[in-house]
């Protein structure tokens, strides 16, 4: 197969409106008249974020989600993604059809539809990055720099799950019952942005960012960007009894600093906490107050009142 | 250095508005009112679309060129860009300083400004995958599908240059002057997309695509997707007097089928053909009439009137 026999026959059918069936060179999105274009973009391989013997489809649905989540943290809904694919020789049309499968249930979960992409040949790793594209309202997209001191500090979902599944994936001994441990490798194979959620956040949240890197890392480029301290109450923090019982002692600060949770860590006045709840019910999400916003500078996380310390916030790439 | 080291010292002053100095999940692009954004990405790949010697500035230039290539042919003026790095562990802080500056160069160039990206580091070969976003009046995209027989065929600039300078790096004999050899070698590092011009194209061209993978292979795509044969005047090719005198009576074959060119071939009424030429000129760019848009399919190379057998009518990725 060629590169354009596999636009045709795998790609060609998920593209939308504007892609003009990935037969020209570029794609088109009209304006949305009082909406800003939100963009991201981000980049998954394999060996670093999926491994190799990972089913095709959960890595398609994975490198939407890293994106999704980005979109979702920023208050904006979804629409469009563009796909640059990086194939080794080893990549046949099996794992080129399962693939597109996983694009297929992302995209009509989500309600996006492929704009463009391109493909290329590697003797590297294979590596899928995405764009993706949504809409917020006009100067509406929640930055990172507005949280202020006294705003509560809120947390989407569970977070440490795809860790302990990486950890489950690295032969860490655990004693994990069989549907926890598939409930923590299904998620490090597939995130789950609150990607609804996301939406709701547009002129509640004063300040959001999306836990990719690790909740103390990114909460820490949130305090950064704001000019803010922010103060964690460990006991808070939603992390799954399993890991609880596994990590022991460890399993906040462990789940703290995991990184890939692809949740949503947001800021808000305490006075819009009820508003905020209700929400997260109605788009079917977890949402947990883990800590205050305060004068200052970092990120502290108590437990028991004492601060523990923090080797390392979060994931780094190099 | 990390990660956030690299996007801060080096790509973050590359940054414009919308991009918020990339410390943010997201950019943001405003809606501007009566025009479409045009959307395009590519990648370049060490081994691939590059060597391993070229300078940092030429590979980071050619990366952007392919892109605003593909805008130009699409007749949208440039805007914007996006930069993914695949970044083996060899790379360290020069290449990454003379790789942003060959961005700055091409930014000041063109008119374009960073939005956003991603890096990740890779044991594959060095990769740069970019997505550029332009403008063009709301709805006037031009198309690859618009030609209609009678239309004449256009192409700007001249054709074989690149593979010219392929060949002269891959040891190919030659008697090339020094400056002939300086020319093609530096044009295969460097694409010039007659950017100006594309813009000029909308409301004038009847259809149009970029010529990256051979002039022959991409007028290819332009009548599949038009429905239409294209016929080309062989000796009215713009291929170098230097690739003549050196590849003989191959050379119009060769240059038509070489690609890395990164001009546009485009169609239009002939009636137009004295107002093209006015904007081109204005636009600094050669235009050159090569042939014909009649009824039929595929493209027909006729040299002394006679059809020339084109067995492989451009580069295929794989």
């Given at each position: 197969?060629?590169?354009?026999?596999?636009?045709?026959?795998?790609?060609?059918?998920?593209?939308?409106?504007?892609?003009?069936?990935?037969?020209?060179?570029?794609?088109?999105?009209?304006?949305?008249?009082?909406?800003?274009?939100?963009?991201?973009?981000?980049?998954?391989?394999?060996?670093?974020?999926?491994?190799?013997?990972?089913?095709?489809?959960?890595?398609?649905?994975?490198?939407?989600?890293?994106?999704?989540?980005?979109?979702?943290?920023?208050?904006?809904?979804?629409?469009?993604?563009?796909?640059?694919?990086?194939?080794?020789?080893?990549?046949?049309?099996?794992?080129?059809?399962?693939?597109?499968?996983?694009?297929?249930?992302?995209?009509?979960?989500?309600?996006?539809?492929?704009?463009?992409?391109?493909?290329?040949?590697?003797?590297?790793?294979?590596?899928?990055?995405?764009?993706?594209?949504?809409?917020?309202?006009?100067?509406?997209?929640?930055?990172?720099?507005?949280a202020k001191a006294g705003d509560a500090v809120f947390v989407?979902?569970?977070?440490?799950?795809?860790?302990?599944?990486?950890?489950?994936?690295?032969?860490?001994?655990?004693?994990?019952?069989?549907?926890?441990?598939?409930?923590?490798?299904?998620?490090?194979?597939?995130?789950?942005?609150?990607?609804?959620?996301?939406?709701?956040?547009?002129?509640?949240?004063?300040?959001?960012?999306?836990?990719?890197?690790?909740l103390i890392?990114?909460l820490g480029?949130l305090a950064?960007?704001s000019?803010v301290r922010i103060e964690l109450d460990g006991e808070r923090l939603?992390?799954?009894?399993?890991?609880?019982?596994?990590?022991?002692?460890?399993?906040i600060?462990?789940?703290a600093?995991?990184?890939?949770?692809?949740?949503?860590a947001?800021t808000?006045?305490p006075?819009?906490?009820?508003?905020?709840?209700?929400?997260?019910?109605?788009?079917?999400?977890?949402?947990?107050r883990i800590g205050t916003v305060m004068t200052g500078e970092g990120v502290r996380l108590l437990v028991d009142g004492a601060e523990v310390?923090v080797?390392?916030?979060?994931?780094?790439?190099?």
């Amino acid at each position: 197969m060629n590169e354009f026999d596999i636009i045709a026959r795998y790609f060609a059918p998920l593209s939308g409106k504007g892609a003009f069936g990935l037969t020209d060179d570029a794609a088109v999105i009209p304006p949305r008249p009082g909406f800003d274009l939100v963009v991201t973009t981000d980049a998954i391989m394999e060996g670093v974020d999926f491994f190799a013997f990972d089913p095709p489809g959960t890595v398609a649905k994975k490198a939407l989600a890293v994106n999704l989540s980005d979109l979702a943290a920023k208050g904006a809904g979804p629409k469009y993604y563009l796909l640059n694919l990086f194939l080794p020789p080893s990549v046949a049309a099996p794992w080129l059809e399962a693939f597109a499968g996983g694009l297929a249930e992302a995209q009509g979960r989500y309600g996006i539809t492929l704009l463009g992409g391109d493909t290329s040949a590697t003797d590297g790793p294979l590596a899928v990055s995405i764009t993706a594209f949504g809409f917020v309202p006009q100067g509406r997209m929640i930055r990172r720099s507005g949280a202020k001191a006294g705003d509560a500090v809120f947390v989407t979902g569970e977070i440490g799950m795809s860790g302990g599944g990486l950890a489950i994936f690295r032969r860490e001994k655990h004693a994990l019952s069989e549907a926890d441990r598939n409930a923590l490798t299904a998620r490090y194979r597939v995130p789950e942005p609150p990607v609804d959620f996301g939406t709701l956040l547009c002129g509640r949240a004063s300040a959001s960012v999306d836990v990719s890197d690790g909740l103390i890392a990114d909460l820490g480029h949130l305090a950064k960007a704001s000019g803010v301290r922010i103060e964690l109450d460990g006991e808070r923090l939603p992390v799954p009894d399993c890991l609880k019982a596994w990590w022991g002692k460890d399993a906040i600060l462990r789940a703290a600093t995991a990184g890939d949770d692809y949740q949503i860590a947001f800021t808000a006045d305490p006075g819009t906490q009820a508003d905020i709840m209700a929400g997260a019910a109605s788009a079917g999400v977890r949402a947990t107050r883990i800590g205050t916003v305060m004068t200052g500078e970092g990120v502290r996380l108590l437990v028991d009142g004492a601060e523990v310390s923090v080797p390392r916030p979060g994931y780094r790439h190099f």
